[in-house]
């Protein structure tokens, strides 16, 4: 039997519940979360794809959520995503008319998942992008990504980011226009044309 040195935390070997999935689907996901855009809204566009593993499967557990700024680049601070009754607890859902710029989308079975949002505007120098973070199993800390929207090729050549990004590996963060306003974005967790992650400190 092989003795563990638990005395170190960094010494003691990840098990199953180290991992930030699948048990997140229980209490994480909420009614409505994939409709961020105010009904009617003009500037509203559908991003989807499919969440897959690293051997090329979707994941049907998986949860991903948006935080994006609105048409003019501003940082939305409206209330309201996961609004509740505050006499009976229950939850009311959105208002269909404020912007709060987050979703959470909890994949399908086929590891499909979709968000109508309104276009997000510029910030700064950075070309328009939406903030994505994924929670998947197996993984240890959930990931974060970012969804360019194609279009403006001067923005896009231009943004801090993506000019870090190699030339290659680029295409991973920029959505596919599907026509009609509709975009389509998938994440690879791993293996060929794996998704380029983001970490923050």
Known sequence: MTKIDTSRPESVPPTPSHTV???????LPFRGGEDIAPLGHPDTVTVHGYVYDG????LPDALVELWGPDP???????DGSMRRDPASG????????EFTGFGRIQTDANGH???RTLRPGPRGRSAPYISVCVFARGLLVHLFTRIYLPGDRAALAADPLLSRVP???RATLIAQDEGDATYRFDIRLQGEGETVFLEYQ
């Open 21 to 27: 999935g699948p048990f997140y689907g229980y209490a």
């Open 55 to 58: 051997a090329g499967r979707p």
């Open 72 to 78: 003019q680049g501003n940082v939305p601070t409206a």
């Open 90 to 97: 229950g939850f009311l859902g959105r208002n269909g008319v």
């Open 113 to 115: 998942w979709y968000a």
């Open 167 to 169: 030339g290659e590996r």
